[in-house]
C-alpha cells in the first residue's frame, strides 16, 4: 500500500469555477476525512466519512462544498462557484474504524487550491 | 469550545540545541496526538498519548501527557535540521461520537546548521 493519494496537487482556477479533487485512502481503512489548512493555521475538519456513509459535515462546509464516497473507497470533494477565500490547503486522511478518534491519522500531501 | 493553544509559535535555533514546545487546553483530552508537517506536504504522525503522565520517546523526541490530560510537551535534545518543519498537538473531538480531530495551529521550528 503507498498510503494516501490525493489528486492533483496543485490546482490554480479562476473564480467562478468549479472543481474537483479526489482522494484514494489505505485500502484497509474505513474512515475517511477532508481537512482544509490556510498559511499559519493548524487544519480544520471538513468532513468524514464511515465507509460510504457521510457521518458528519462542519459549518465550514457550505453549499458550495460538496463530499462523496461511492462504493466506500474513493473519495471525491468538489466545490463550487470557487471564491478566493477558498483557497488553501485541502487534506485527506484515513484510519481504520476501531483507531477513530484517539490514534492519529495517515495524511496525503494534500491539493493546493489557488483561486485567481 | 475545545481549543489547543501551541506555544511559541515560531522557533529558530541552531543545530545541537535542545528546545520544548507546549500544546495546553482548557479541556481534558483523551488522548493527543503530535505531528509533524513539512511545506507542501500533509502532516505526518509522530507519536499518540493516552494516559495523563505518560511520557514517550522516539529517539530524540521525548513528549509528555499532563497528568491532568489538558497539556502535553514535546521535547528535542540536540536539534538537527532535518527537525525542521511544523509540529502540531491534535486531540479527538470531546463528542466522542464525531470522528474530528482538533488541531493546534502549531510550532514552526527552524534549525539552522
Known amino acids: 500500500d503507498t498510503g494516501v493519494s490525493q489528486n492533483p496537487r496543485h490546482k490554480i482556477t479562476k473564480r467562478g469555477q468549479n472543481v474537483t479533487f479526489r482522494c484514494d485512502p489505505i485500502s484497509e481503512h474505513n474512515r475517511l476525512y477532508w481537512y482544509r489548512q490556510t498559511l499559519g493555521q493548524g487544519p480544520e475538519f471538513l468532513t468524514y466519512f464511515q465507509n460510504e456513509a457521510q457521518l458528519e459535515k462542519s459549518r465550514l462546509l457550505s453549499d458550495r462544498f460538496s463530499a462523496e464516497r461511492p462504493k466506500g473507497s474513493f473519495s471525491t470533494l468538489e466545490i463550487q462557484r470557487t471564491e478566493q477565500g477558498d483557497s488553501a490547503m485541502y487534506l485527506c486522511a484515513s484510519s481504520p474504524s476501531r483507531f477513530a478518534g484517539g490514534y492519529g491519522y495517515t495524511f496525503g500531501s494534500g491539493t493546493r487550491l489557488t483561486v485567481v | 469550545t475545545q481549543l489547543l493553544e501551541q506555544s511559541p509559535q515560531f522557533l529558530s535555533i541552531q543545530e545541537g540545541e535542545n528546545l520544548t514546545v507546549y500544546c495546553n487546553s482548557s479541556?481534558?483530552?483523551?488522548?493527543l496526538q503530535w505531528y509533524r508537517q513539512e511545506p507542501g506536504e500533509g502532516p505526518v504522525l509522530l507519536v499518540t498519548v493516552v494516559t495523563g503522565g505518560e511520557v514517550k520517546k522516539l529517539k530524540r523526541l521525548t513528549f509528555q501527557f499532563g497528568d491532568a490530560r489538558k497539556d502535553s510537551s514535546l521535547h528535542i535534545t540536540a536539534a538537527q535540521p532535518g527537525d525542521t518543519g511544523l509540529y502540531l498537538c491534535a486531540g479527538p473531538h470531546e463528542k466522542r461520537s464525531q470522528g474530528n480531530l482538533i488541531f493546534g495551529k502549531g510550532t514552526k521550528l527552524s534549525v539552522k546548521p
Open positions: 479541556s481534558v483530552f483523551s488522548s
